[in-house]
């Protein structure tokens, strides 16, 4: 080659080589950027774990976790609780820090393993950053760690944090596979979806919105961009059959108990009657279609008090709208933003369609449209013209995602069991903790200790008073369903130092006591529920001479 060829040819080199460290620099950053937001999600997620008083959903889940921390068995009951994967993490993480006692255990140790896996969802998002772009994915991930539903969810004890977290990481495996072809990844994804079986039963809706917004996204990209994806290329039947081989494996042991109880995958089917039939009915969960939407969008639960994530929901119309108008060469970039916008409209239509309704519930949707959000914070970005119109976007996105950050902490840190908080939804009063500190004052003058018998009466729901009541001994504790049958079962019995029963039901049990009862006190269980304490009169007067003393 003559001088003067290879002079012009090393302007070339020299400006590929500088692209080529500019976007491995840009990569490093994001990479960074990621991992210090995954970091202040968790660090926002994680204090005061135990401020809040347990809802009855996580007490009893909380005990059937302390019986699998204890016994190493565990059953799944196609009635009830939902998938096993929540009790063996959290046992398997009871363990790794030295707890196998279900009395020595606390609201932090149960509430950390959602938290972990809220701020574990961030981490995911850099898998699919060649879909989303950079920027649409920082924008994303920092959504996800402030987003004032996604931060009260990922601090209570339910599979709701769980499955959203596998329900992303299924769908970034399977993007990761496509784009990399490495059985690995078919693998993982596979794994994903039998974690979503074994996590809540309503994984199905999930999987469903998946294969309509897949086969949605193909039809649309063939009527907008004339052509289909070259799908046989990068989806072989070995990675379909990988997939579904772990899928099934992994969700048989996890619903078997790893072998102990084949049961359970019956069961694991069985339960979807059930399941049905409740979504349905609706009940006293019943809600119109427009719930969901009203929560994240515009929530005014009294005067002076308006919560909105309206910021997320209008970006991700953006974020929806760009990737399904995009047309030309580059279309094909927006294939997993279409997919993406498909998705999470059928999965939001299908959960507003169903009568019963819980707030958190919402989460499953939500994280797609943070991922929509970023795409559609990143694509004003781009729209605008200027340099200081861009600074100028940026600059208003980061005070939207602060304002949401300020709502996150008021609603986990000053309002976290208060009704005007929109994500709490029954919950447990304040008032209940003050029930649990005064039957431990008891129990210090009662010469049984944590022995001392308690008799609860009601046809009430009465959780979480079982957890609560986690460090009595186990047969000091009895639960009734009405005054007629604690009579009969408790007429043999010593007569219990205290009685825990309602105000509806407390004439029935005046007419049924067997030795005198003072110190009647009453306490909240939750919003409209009164809880009625009896205290036996030697057991009252020993307390209050302990008082005056």
Not at 64 to 88: A, I, K, N
Not at 147 to 169: C, D, G, H, N
Request: hydrophobic share 50%; with cysteine.
């Amino acid at each position: 080659m003559n001088p003067a060829a290879a002079a012009r040819q090393r302007p070339a080199r020299c400006k590929s080589a500088g692209r080529a460290l500019r976007g491995l620099s840009g990569r490093c950053v994001c990479g960074a950027a990621l991992l210090a937001i995954a970091i202040g999600a968790l660090a926002f997620r994680a204090p005061g774990l135990g401020a809040r008083p347990m809802h009855a959903d996580e007490g009893n889940q909380a005990v059937r976790t302390g019986l699998l921390l204890e016994t190493g068995h565990y059953r799944y009951d196609p009635r009830e609780h939902h998938g096993p994967s929540l009790y063996w993490i959290a046992a398997a993480s009871l363990r790794l820090r030295g707890i196998s006692q279900f009395a020595a255990s606390s609201e932090f140790d149960y509430r950390i393993v959602p938290a972990v896996f809220g701020a574990g969802l961030v981490l995911l998002v850099p898998l699919l950053s060649g879909g989303l772009g950079r920027s649409g994915a920082l924008a994303a991930a920092l959504l996800l760690a402030v987003s004032p539903a996604m931060v009260f969810y990922s601090r209570y004890y339910i599979q709701e944090m769980l499955l959203a977290f596998f329900t992303l990481a299924a769908i970034a495996s399977a993007w990761q596979s496509a784009q990399t072809r490495s059985p690995w990844w078919a693998v993982a994804c596979g794994a994903c979806f039998g974690l979503m079986h074994a996590t809540k039963e309503t994984w199905v809706l999930a999987a469903a919105a998946m294969a309509v917004g897949l086969a949605l996204a193909l039809a649309w990209s063939r009527w907008r961009d004339g052509r289909l994806p070259d799908l046989r290329s990068r989806v072989s039947g070995r990675s379909l059959a990988l997939a579904a081989g772990t899928a099934l494996l992994v969700s048989a042991l996890v619903y078997s108990s790893f072998g102990a109880d084949w049961r359970g995958m019956i069961d694991s089917i069985l339960a979807y009657g059930t399941y049905f039939e409740r979504g349905r009915q609706g009940g006293i969960h019943a809600h119109p279609w427009h719930y969901y939407l009203q929560l994240l969008v515009a929530n005014r639960p009294g005067r002076g008090f308006f919560w909105s994530e309206g910021l997320i929901v209008s970006l991700a119309v953006v974020g929806a709208a760009a990737s399904l108008a995009s047309s030309g060469p580059r279309a094909s970039a927006h294939y997993l933003g279409r997919f993406l916008a498909l998705y999470t409209l059928v999965l939001t239509a299908l959960y507003s369609a169903i009568p019963y309704k819980t707030p958190w519930c919402l989460v499953s949707f939500l994280t797609g449209m943070i991922l929509l959000a970023g795409v559609g914070s990143a694509v004003i970005v781009r729209w605008t013209p200027t340099s200081l119109g861009k600074s100028a976007v940026i600059a208003l996105f980061l005070a939207g995602a602060a304002q949401l950050g300020w709502q996150s902490y008021l609603l986990n840190f000053r309002f976290q069991a208060d009704t005007r908080n929109p994500y709490v939804y029954a919950h447990t009063s304040t008032d209940l903790v003050n029930l649990a500190a005064q039957l431990e004052r008891l129990a210090q003058v009662s010469p049984a200790g944590r022995a001392m018998v308690v008799h609860v009466v009601t046809a009430e729901n009465y959780w979480p008073l079982p957890w609560y009541l986690r460090k009595w001994e186990p047969n000091s504790v009895g639960y009734w369903d009405s005054p007629s049958s604690w009579s009969s079962d408790a007429a043999s019995r010593r007569p219990p130092e205290v009685i825990i029963t309602t105000p509806d039901e407390a004439p029935a049990v005046d007419r049924l006591l067997r030795a005198p009862y003072d110190g009647q006190m009453l306490y909240g269980l939750r919003p409209g529920v009164l809880l009625c304490v009896y205290v036996r009169d030697d057991l009252w007067q020993a307390f209050l001479a302990a008082q005056e003393g």
